[in-house]
């Protein structure tokens, strides 16, 4: 019967010059997460490198999201990669895509789990990232190949996201968002469901600060997820991020470094602060650019730079 | 009977020496006017008949033949009118002193003259053709002396026109006070709070004639910066304000702007305009467009991303050469546009991306899209990239703040900038002859118009600037044109400040105006 099916949609043997394979129910190396589901799937198409036996956790969110949680997601991602944890999304827009990102930046592995045909691509802006994450893990589909995008498949495939994770973190959700429903199947299917808080004048956090006040475990770094799931502990990150330690800076751009946080904020403010004329906080602004230690954002607000590189730069 | 008068026609930004022949011959009544006309011109038989008759003469009851000449040019408009009747009232045998006369003028059909537009370059030309007396309508009068070495003789109606070419009873000469004011207040810099940034952008903008893309949410101040910016562009010449109050004339727009002033025009078309309206052109012959109103001034695009594209793009060539040539069906004729371009733009398509009060809601990716709307090559030609925030309320309202330099004292620093400037490109034409962005020769010395070798050998930088830019070039992945406007900058950067080479804090300044965002 599901031979049929296979060869009712043609066999797919690759996507994006990566392999592709069909597993049922029942294989070796079926993954145990998805029997805790009501309706377990009979099939899955996967594509891409096997994936390891690691712990896995979803990281999910907002596909509009804000520069700033495109920048948290992308932490995540490679925080958890760090740790030997693979990081679980949906491939969307935003939120999943850098948290995806984040994973290969971090050099770990990471897994799609797509709401279409293997072989397909959605949204298609992503392809440069589907060809990273086929080289670096691996897309996993319920549905034949050729399946296109529609609105209905996507809820089904957060159940899988949820049953596939020992934990959920949510980025940024607005009031109602699909990753809102990721977080409730996780709770249902007993998994930790963590949140990134956020302000509240943000209304891409209204959602994950509500889950945190539904009782959501709060995510402020890696160490809460080792604290709400004891079977990673074991899990100590293989390596920090290496802090940049290069010579000290002068102490005019230290001062001025100090006031520039992971808020975007206009060179206009940070001059007034200092009382500097606009010029001299520009020339400062530059040097610290060429340092490394801010970034310049579309629109020409200034903000501290992660170590990591920049958001929507990095397929390329 | 043959009569003669002389009027004039209208070429771009030059008049044509119209004579007006009339000729009266036996046949059957008939007016017929020739001349390559176009319909208000055709029209003119009726009003002239009646202006004549009104006037208290006899219309002659025979073949009147009114050619125009040079018959091979186009001529359009009602501004014949008074030369045709004083033709035909000349060929019913009534002497008239016409020598080194011209007149223009419509007519009521009461014999009244009505006001014309193109005064001002037609009363230009003429004089160059020798005239030494023009008769025009009150209206005109101011406009028309302010061409030197013409007497001007403001006619209120064909009947006291005769009576003054008569000498019987002489018409006072023109009003020399303009009743025309300022479009719109003046806008100092001083008068706008913060945007301390933004300001310093429009002051090296000035000096070194760098056009300028804003980003900002509607409402942070965009237009009152734009405004500023033509607050401190230097003074027009004369001769400059001359040219600049033609193009209005022509345009009939001379009300939004005292032809006697010596400030810079300040324009801001709205993004609904026609390509016409912006570049120049209309039915029959072209007429002045925005950016020729803006000639020598500012022409702020409020909202650039919500032009048409194609409007956009037809910016580039006057951009580049400083003139337009806008080709018609009758011809074609180049008006002067030599503007500083100032683009203002929101950031993204709901506005509050870095608005600091309010989330910005858009799509991170159509960020790219949205600004990608100025292509490329459009974006090449705007050297500074300014983010312009909205002012909190404790900003705008106060009391103590300090109030920064007026226009007229940044003004003094811009004057010596670009006076550095005129030196360099002095001597640097003795050296090279350096290839120019810009085609006229009045704004080539100016750093914006610096290109390839001739921007190497004006910067000079020094080995710390050298180094700065190399660093620039590799963690920026600045692309060679954006490396170019980087160094055009840094080096107004250095002009402004008495430099004569480049060094490392014009380039370290100049790469914060840059457009692309850093990663």
């Known amino acids: 019967m599901t031979l049929d099916l296979a060869c009712a949609w043609g066999p797919v043997t690759e996507v994006g010059g990566a392999p592709a394979w069909l597993m049922a129910r029942g294989d070796p190396g079926w993954p145990a997460g998805l029997e805790h589901l009501v309706d377990v799937p009979a099939r899955l198409w996967l594509a891409g490198r096997h994936p390891p036996r690691a712990p896995a956790v979803a990281v999910v969110g907002a596909r509009r999201a804000t520069l700033g949680g495109l920048e948290v997601a992308h932490r995540i991602g490679s925080e958890l990669a760090s740790a030997g944890i693979q990081v679980i999304s949906g491939m969307a827009r935003g939120i999943d895509a850098a948290a995806h990102r984040g994973a290969v930046d971090g050099g770990g592995t990471t897994v799609a789990v797509l709401g279409t045909g293997i072989d397909v691509c959605h949204p298609a802006g992503n392809l440069p990232l589907r060809d990273r994450i086929l080289a670096h893990g691996c897309l996993v589909a319920e549905d034949p190949p050729g399946t296109d995008a529609a609105a209905f498949r996507f809820p089904r495939r957060n159940r899988l996201i949820a049953a596939l994770s020992v934990a959920v973190v949510v980025v940024e959700a607005a009031e109602r968002s699909g990753a809102l429903i990721t977080a409730r199947l996780a709770a249902d299917l007993g998994r930790e469901v963590l949140a990134v808080p956020g302000s509240l004048l943000n209304d891409r956090s209204v959602g994950t600060n509500r889950l945190l006040r539904d009782g959501a475990g709060v995510w402020l770094g890696l160490e809460d997820l080792i604290g709400a799931v004891p079977r990673l502990a074991d899990r100590a990150p293989r390596q920090r991020m290496a802090e940049a330690t290069g010579a000290p800076l002068d102490p005019p751009l230290a001062r001025l470094l100090e006031l520039i946080g992971t808020d975007p904020v206009h060179p206009d403010q940070l001059a007034a602060e200092l009382a500097k004329p606009a010029q001299a906080v520009a020339a400062q602004l530059s040097a610290l650019e060429l340092l490394g230690e801010v970034r310049t954002l579309p629109g020409g607000l200034v903000v501290r730079a992660s170590k990591a590189a920049a958001p929507g730069a990095r397929d390329r | 009977m043959i009569a003669r008068t002389v009027s004039c026609a209208v070429r771009g930004l030059g008049g044509v020496v119209v004579s007006v022949e009339a000729d009266l011959a036996n046949g059957l009544p008939a007016f017929t006017i020739v001349g390559l006309t176009d319909r208000a011109i055709q029209e003119a038989r009726e009003r002239v008949k009646a202006a004549v008759r009104n006037a208290g003469f006899d219309f002659p009851q025979r073949r009147l033949t009114v050619n125009l000449a040079p018959a091979e040019v186009p001529k359009e408009g009602t501004g014949f009118d008074l030369a045709i009747a004083l033709a035909v009232i000349v060929c019913t045998g009534r002497a008239l002193d016409l020598g080194e006369t011209a007149a223009l003028g419509e007519l009521a059909l009461d014999a009244t003259v009505r006001p014309v537009t193109g005064v001002l370059p037609m009363a230009r030309g003429l004089r160059?053709?020798?005239?030494?007396?023009?008769?025009?309508?009150?209206?005109?009068?101011?406009?028309?002396?302010?061409?030197?070495?013409?007497?001007?003789?403001?006619?209120?109606?064909?009947?006291?026109?005769?009576?003054?070419?008569?000498?019987?009873?002489?018409?006072?000469?023109?009003?020399?006070?303009?009743?025309?004011?300022?479009?719109?207040?003046?806008?100092?810099?001083?008068?706008?709070?913060?945007?301390?940034?933004?300001?310093?952008?429009?002051?090296?903008?000035?000096?070194?004639?760098?056009?300028?893309?804003?980003?900002?949410?509607?409402?942070?101040?965009?237009?009152?910066?734009?405004?500023?910016?033509?607050?401190?562009?230097?003074?027009?010449?004369?001769?400059?304000?001359?040219?600049?109050?033609?193009?209005?004339?022509?345009?009939?727009?001379?009300?939004?702007?005292?032809?006697?002033?010596?400030?810079?025009?300040?324009?801001?078309?709205?993004?609904?305009?026609?390509?016409?309206?912006?570049?120049?052109?209309?039915?029959?012959?072209?007429?002045?467009?925005?950016?020729?109103?803006?000639?020598?001034?500012?022409?702020?695009?409020?909202?650039?991303?919500?032009?048409?594209?194609?409007?956009?793009?037809?910016?580039?060539?006057?951009?580049?050469?400083?003139?337009?040539?806008?080709?018609?069906?009758?011809?074609?004729?180049?008006?002067?546009?030599?503007?500083?371009?100032?683009?203002?733009?929101?950031?993204?398509?709901?506005?509050?991306?870095?608005?600091?009060?309010?989330?910005?809601?858009?799509?991170?990716?159509?960020?790219?899209?949205?600004?990608?709307?100025?292509?490329?090559?459009?974006?090449?030609?705007?050297?500074?990239?300014?983010?312009?925030?909205?002012?909190?309320?404790?900003?705008?309202?106060?009391?103590?703040?300090?109030?920064?330099?007026?226009?007229?004292?940044?003004?003094?620093?811009?004057?010596?900038?670009?006076?550095?400037?005129?030196?360099?490109?002095?001597?640097?034409?003795?050296?090279?002859?350096?290839?120019?962005?810009?085609?006229?020769?009045?704004?080539?010395?100016?750093?914006?118009?610096?290109?390839?070798?001739?921007?190497?050998?004006?910067?000079?930088?020094?080995?710390?600037?050298?180094?700065?830019?190399?660093?620039?070039?590799?963690?920026?992945?600045?692309?060679?044109?954006?490396?170019?406007?980087?160094?055009?900058?840094?080096?107004?950067?250095?002009?402004?400040?008495?430099?004569?080479?480049?060094?490392?804090?014009?380039?370290?300044?100049?790469?914060?105006?840059?457009?692309?965002?850093?990663?």
């Open chain 2, 128 to 519: 160059a053709a020798g005239v030494r007396r023009l008769l025009v309508p009150v209206e005109n009068g101011p406009e028309a002396a302010l061409v030197e070495g013409l007497e001007v003789v403001p006619v209120p109606t064909l009947q006291a026109c005769l009576r003054h070419l008569d000498g019987v009873e002489l018409l006072p000469g023109p009003r020399s006070a303009f009743a025309a004011t300022e479009n719109g207040a003046v806008t100092d810099v001083a008068d706008v709070r913060g945007q301390e940034t933004a300001k310093r952008a429009l002051e090296i903008a000035a000096a070194g004639g760098h056009n300028v893309l804003m980003l900002g949410p509607p409402g942070a101040g965009k237009t009152m910066l734009a405004r500023a910016l033509a607050s401190l562009l230097p003074d027009l010449t004369t001769e400059e304000s001359l040219e600049v109050a033609a193009l209005y004339s022509l345009r009939g727009a001379l009300r939004e702007r005292a032809p006697t002033s010596l400030r810079p025009p300040f324009r801001a078309p709205h993004h609904s305009v026609s390509r016409a309206g912006l570049i120049g052109g209309g039915t029959g012959l072209a007429h002045p467009g925005e950016i020729s109103l803006a000639h020598r001034g500012v022409l702020l695009l409020d909202e650039a991303c919500e032009f048409p594209r194609s409007l956009l793009e037809a910016l580039r060539q006057p951009l580049e050469e400083r003139t337009v040539t806008v080709t018609r069906a009758r011809g074609s004729v180049t008006f002067p546009a030599a503007f500083t371009l100032v683009a203002a733009a929101n950031p993204c398509p709901c506005g509050h991306l870095g608005d600091g009060t309010r989330p910005c809601t858009c799509d991170p990716r159509c960020l790219a899209a949205y600004q990608g709307r100025l292509s490329g090559p459009m974006r090449d030609r705007l050297d500074l990239c300014v983010s312009v925030p909205r002012q909190p309320f404790g900003v705008l309202f106060a009391e103590d703040g300090v109030a920064g330099p007026t226009s007229a004292a940044v003004r003094h620093r811009i004057d010596a900038a670009r006076r550095r400037q005129r030196e360099r490109a002095a001597e640097m034409s003795t050296e090279v002859t350096a290839p120019s962005r810009f085609s006229v020769a009045a704004d080539s010395h100016l750093n914006a118009a610096l290109d390839g070798s001739a921007l190497a050998i004006a910067c000079r930088p020094l080995p710390a600037a050298v180094r700065l830019l190399a660093a620039a070039g590799e963690r920026l992945g600045l692309s060679a044109r954006a490396f170019h406007r980087v160094l055009r900058v840094s080096r107004t950067i250095a002009d402004l400040a008495g430099e004569e080479r480049v060094g490392e804090v014009a380039v370290a300044e100049a790469l914060r105006y840059r457009a692309e965002a850093s990663g």
